[in-house]
């Protein structure tokens, strides 16, 4: 099992930054692949930035990218994502999600539906 708890979320106003940070602890193979996920109201969640803690290697949304930065501590089991550049269309419920490898060489699942574990939300507010 693997437990997931996000923090960081705000409230800011557009072309502000954000911190979001998510903890996680248990089974480390489990927890192989670390995702970020939003979703709007009314929206499917769709996936922002994940990567492999083994490779460290990011791949991120094409709305995202150039702006939003996705790293791990290993000494603090924490996957972080750095907000910057926020307009009001990211203003969302932002989800950590972990997950075992989907395949070989660090791949990850490409569906939200595929990850495992969740964590229980943090709400991002960006105003104009």
């Known amino acids: 099992q693997v437990q997931l708890v996000e923090s960081g979320g705000g409230s800011v106003q557009a072309g502000g930054s954000l911190r979001l940070s998510c903890v996680r602890s248990g089974s480390t193979y489990m927890s192989s692949c670390v995702g970020w996920f939003r979703q709007f109201p009314g929206k499917e969640r769709e996936e922002v930035a994940h990567l492999y803690t083994a490779y460290g290697n990011p791949t991120y949304a094409d709305s995202v990218r150039g702006r939003f930065t996705i790293s791990q501590d290993d000494s603090r089991n924490t996957v972080y994502l750095q907000l910057d550049s926020l307009n009001p269309e990211d203003a969302a419920m932002y989800y950590c999600?972990?997950?075992?490898?989907?395949?070989?060489?660090?791949?990850?699942?490409?569906?939200?539906?595929?990850?495992?574990?969740w964590g229980q939300g943090t709400q991002v507010t960006v105003s104009s």
């Open positions: 999600a972990a997950a075992p490898p989907s395949g070989p060489n660090g791949a990850c699942a490409e569906h939200w539906q595929q990850w495992t574990f």
